[in-house]
């Protein structure tokens, strides 16, 4: 399903009251919320809305349980730490309890990193699957989502949760949610936001018979909900 907001502010409002209505869902028909976080910059200013009224006094906050979709190698205090971004906007200003802020960590190497994080989910997750209640996702304008870039084997990944992934332009190394990983979720919602998406959103929401390799099209829940909460710029060269 496909959501179209007039802007950035509205699309955050609209993703930001999704995730109190599914957070309080969830607490009421099993008892807990287990979300895993966005990087990039288009959540952001969802993020900031959580913490403050209305939002913040909706949330089931000792209930829920934060992981993370992707992070870059870097140290918790880099400016590119999609840990410290979520920590700046959202977890240190509301009353989740520390342990149940689980950011992927990156201090041994990157396999060990992805291993350890799997195994984390694994011991979190008794059923045997990651069934995360929301899985927030970004887009980048070469179609990766999470740290899932095209070209790289973490896209041939079938049996991992997490794995790493090296960014050659980037010169850096990532860990990464797997896209069979993200499939188990009961809702995944990507937030895509700008004219600099627009074509790339065209390209995995229309042209299905396109040769994939474009890692946004690679997600799609198993039995589970996908909603694209998009601006009218990402949009704009969408049918209508
Ligand atoms: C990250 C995420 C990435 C992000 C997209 C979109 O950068 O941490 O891994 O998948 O969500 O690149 O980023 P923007 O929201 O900044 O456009």
Redesign the pocket.
Known sequence: MIRVCPDLEALSLAAAELFVAEAQQAVRDRGKFVVAL??????HRTYELLARQPFREQIPWQNTHFFWG?E?CVPAEDQRS?ARMAHQTLLDHVPVPSGQVHPMVCNSSPQEAAAEYEALLVGFFAAGSPRFDLVL????ENG????LFPGTSALDEQKRWVTEVSVAEEGLRRLSLTAPAINQAALVVF?VSGYA?APILRKVLENTRAPDGIPARMIKPVDGRLLWLVDRDAASLLQP
């Not at 966005?38 to 959540?43: D, V």
């Not at 990766?144 to 740290?147: F, G, L, Q, R, V």
Request: without cysteine.
């Open positions: 966005a990087g990039g910059n288009t959540p992707d870059r999609n996702l970004g887009l980048g990766h989502t999470a740290s937030l998406k």
